[in-house]
């Protein structure tokens, strides 16, 4: 992060043709409960515009899904150092879950296994926390990554999903019951985490910093076995993503000043669409977070 938060990291990319569309977006706040992420294939143009959304109002979310076959609720978690957040991506209503309670020196990360089980990392420290309150359980104490996600079986680990992350340019494992860090590899390229990373079947991203990322911050692919750069698809035209989530063929990135924004990848292109939050709430977004049994692929209406 290249603030307080400058261990977290996050980029989505983009660069040439931008095109605008409007909007306004929900805010509510309640409680709420599930999982969701974000992830895609792409390439390099990037337009921006503005999401869909509705009125600000006040209310209670459900949700869930779990890797048995149930149903999955669209949804999306942002956080800041100090509160939760969940983003419906089929309407762009964004709900304040409520404060943190127990996650001591701010939370700067989060990431969501098959199941919607919500992990968090803040200074110093692993949680778990529940989503319907916000309660955080200490897992153990150390150096944790301010990206962070859970990559599925197969990957890291042959028979069971696995906690990553990047301190820097490197890239670790955690062990979500003990804590424990091991080191998987290095990003290489001369890139290193600037906010968060996102994985789905098939696919895993994350936003850097680079020797090529001038205008905002770069959206990288990444092996999820090694760590290793597969392939950079540019700049995403917004600085500090801290967050970033996948569900359904579209991503969605969090910055530290408070922007929400869409991903689109079509065409082997990404276009970005700023996601209006209405009413002056001073937002701040430290992460997101993502289930890896999120759809990959657009759902049809």
């Not at 000043?257 to 669409?273: S, V, W, Y």
Request: net charge negative; glycine share 16%; proline share 5%.
């Amino acid at each position: 992060m290249t603030s307080l938060r400058h261990s977290a990291i996050l980029v989505l990319l983009g660069t040439a043709a931008c095109s605008a569309s409007n909007g306004t977006g929900v805010f509510t706040t309640g409680t709420g409960s599930g999982g969701a992420g974000a992830t895609s294939t792409a390439s390099s143009a990037t337009s921006t515009g503005e999401g869909v959304g509705g009125s600000f109002t006040t209310g209670t979310g459900a949700g869930g899904g779990t890797g048995g076959g149930e149903p999955l609720v669209a949804e999306v978690w942002g956080q800041s150092p100090d509160t939760l957040y969940k983003l419906d991506p089929t309407s762009n209503a964004v709900t304040t879950i409520g404060k943190f309670k127990g996650c001591d020196g701010g939370v700067i990360d989060i990431a969501l296994d098959k199941d919607s089980n919500l992990y968090g990392t803040a200074t110093g420290s692993l949680f778990h926390i529940d989503k319907v309150t916000a309660q955080c359980t200490l897992i153990s104490s150390g150096s944790y990554p301010n990206s962070l996600s859970f990559v599925p079986a197969g990957t890291v680990d042959p028979a069971q999903e696995a906690l990553v992350g990047y301190l820097g340019s490197q890239y670790i494992r955690i062990d979500p019951q003990t804590g424990k860090v091991t080191t998987i590899g290095q990003l290489g390229g001369g890139y290193s985490s600037s906010g968060d990373v996102v994985s789905v079947k098939g696919k895993t991203f994350l936003t850097a910093n680079g020797p090529d990322c001038v205008n905002g911050d770069c959206l990288l692919e990444i092996n999820p076995k090694t760590g290793d750069l597969v392939k950079n698809w540019g700049e995403l035209g917004y600085s500090a993503v801290f967050g970033l989530a996948f569900w359904a063929g579209k991503a969605y990135g969090f910055t530290d000043p408070g922007e929400l924004f869409e991903i689109d990848f079509t065409m082997n292109a990404i276009t970005t669409k700023k996601i209006a939050i209405p009413g002056n709430l001073n937002l701040q977004f430290w992460g997101a977070g993502s289930t890896t049994s999120a759809p990959v692929d657009p759902v049809p209406q």
